[in-house]
């Protein structure tokens, strides 16, 4: 009997902790019931990383609302033919996938032969490309699921990329006669799409700056110019001499060692900067500039906020408290939706 | 007694890293804030279905606290991280969400007021707090912020959500909504 009791205990308590899952790590309080998730499903390496390449899309799609137009001329027939464009121009700038491709039919065939890993339609993951072929007189379109469950993807009357639609919103819209699909990218495909060879996960180095150099950035969301001030955090050398030193920046960097800059929270959202997006810090008195990456979270006051590791390359100094010597300024500019970038 | 400690063990290791997905529900039923994928937090319906994000960069956060308005209409979520937060806010029109951002220069009226008092310099971190819902539309807030020299200093504020509609920024939220005044030490 004693044995019974303590199977079942054990079972009913692992469900009960399971329930509770969720992929949130942060502390996650409120006004008002707590309630539970699902336990995640298990996934191959290969679903893992497409969904990892999946979250990348999501966040480029946030990224390029507004600033991706495709009424670029002709060849696309001022925008009509636009939402593949727009598609593959986010996913060529996310991961270096090139459909090639002006076609939604096209596209799809692409993707259901080996460039993407099919998923629901009806219940898609951010990233998936949510694709609904043009076939006869039925007019297809494509777009990127986001974060928030919505569909982004071009007007085609005015060519702007925005949230177009929601899910059922797309469905009663473009499922037609072709019907409508999903697909992650499948990662596989990714690799091979690189002519080194080189591995699609995220590069946090900074050395030569990005691949294709600043013209492959495209234009700084983020501009600020003030006094410098040092981040010291993930130095363990600075480990009480700086009062607010945090054994880890958010994104996982070293002060010492990686040319950082710091984001607010309402730069990541209004904006839509994150972690590891490229940016390029100027010494404004001497000209002296560094590639850097986006590394941590500050205060709302933390413009002009940088690395040890930055501030050394463009001739900062400053004390071990993490205050400059002088009065420094700088200008960095931060470049949101390129994280996926790698650097030379 | 030795395999229920066990049992109670593992499901208290569990519990530290599997964090409930819903913050917080709104007093009428009807909307909930839930945790949706890869650092985003979203206002879902009762069904189910998320119907505007509200946060989208909580990589590195390390607390998210939701308050919703007595009527329902509007909720407020802190996202803080170890030097840093950032407040959204939300509101129903009657027929859709709206989601927007406060403004990183709110901060300044508080360094202007800590600078009347004498505190000044460099701000190296700051956190805040929620407080109570002080009308239908405005709730308090309290945060500190930490100086390079160590100093600390202690204010409140409140926050008003302004409803209307905005322009839409390039992260998807609109620019505006959010009115902070009467900034005091405390």
Request: proline residues 4%; hydrophobic residues 35%.
């Amino acid at each position: 009997v004693w044995g019974k009791f303590w199977r079942g205990f054990l079972s009913v308590s692992l469900l009960l902790a399971l329930a509770g899952c969720d992929e949130g790590s942060p502390s996650q309080t409120g006004s008002g019931a707590g309630g539970g998730g699902k336990a995640p499903d298990p996934q191959t390496a290969g679903q893992a990383s497409a969904t990892n390449t999946g979250q990348a899309l999501a966040a480029a799609a946030v990224a390029n609302i507004g600033t991706l137009n495709s009424d670029i001329g002709p060849q696309i027939d001022y925008a009509n033919r636009g939402s593949v464009w727009s598609v593959d121009q986010i996913v060529k700038a996310s991961t270096g996938v090139d459909f090639n491709t002006l076609s939604t039919a096209e596209m799809y065939n692409e993707l259901r032969n080996g460039m993407g890993i099919a998923v629901d339609p009806y219940n898609p993951p951010p990233g998936a490309i949510i694709i609904s072929p043009t076939e006869g007189d039925s007019t297809g379109h494509v777009g990127i699921v986001g974060n928030d469950g919505l569909v982004y993807s071009n007007d085609p009357v005015s060519g702007t990329w925005e949230p177009t639609n929601t899910l059922a919103g797309w469905h009663d819209s473009f499922d037609g006669t072709s019907g409508t699909y999903a697909f992650l990218l499948n990662a596989s495909s990714l690799a091979s799409s690189y002519t080194s060879g080189a591995a699609v996960a995220p590069d946090s180095s900074v050395s030569g700056g990005p691949v294709g150099g600043i013209a492959a950035l495209g234009d700084p969301a983020i501009v600020t110019s003030s006094t410098a001030k040092i981040n010291t955090d993930g130095d363990p050398a600075e480990q009480g001499y700086d009062a607010t030193w945090q054994a880890q920046t958010s994104g996982g960097y070293n002060s010492a060692l990686t040319s950082f800059v710091v984001v607010t929270k309402a730069e990541m959202l209004n904006y839509g900067a994150s972690m590891g997006d490229w940016a390029l810090v100027t010494n404004n008195a001497t000209g002296q500039q560094t590639w850097a990456r986006v590394g941590d979270v500050g205060p709302a006051d933390g413009s002009g906020e940088i690395s040890e590791a930055a501030a050394s390359t463009v001739g900062i100094q400053f004390t071990k408290s993490s205050a400059t010597v002088g009065n420094p300024s700088v200008t960095v500019r931060i470049y949101p939706g390129t994280k996926n970038i790698r650097s030379m | 007694m030795k395999r229920i400690a066990l049992a109670l063990l593992i499901v208290t290791i569990l519990s530290q890293y599997c964090q409930a997905a819903k913050l917080a529900d709104s007093p009428d039923g009807k909307w909930s804030i839930q945790t949706a994928t890869q650092g985003s937090v979203a206002i879902f319906s009762s069904a189910g279905d998320p119907v505007i994000a509200i946060d989208r960069g909580t990589t590195g956060s390390e607390r998210l606290r939701a308050k919703w308005s007595g009527d329902s209409k509007s909720v407020i979520l802190l996202d803080q991280a170890p030097l840093g937060s950032g407040i959204s806010g939300a509101w129903f029109d009657g027929a859709r969400w709206h989601a927007t951002v406060e403004s990183d220069s709110d901060l300044n009226q508080a360094k202007a007021l800590a600078k009347s008092q004498v505190v000044s310099g460099e701000v190296k971190a700051e956190d805040r707090e929620l407080g109570d819902w002080l009308s239908r539309d405005t709730i308090q807030i309290r945060g500190s912020l930490r100086y390079l020299g160590g100093e600390k200093f202690s204010y409140s504020y409140d926050l008003q959500i302004v409803p209307g509609s905005y322009a839409l920024n390039r992260g998807g939220f609109e620019t505006g909504g959010l009115n902070a005044s009467n900034f005091q030490a405390r």
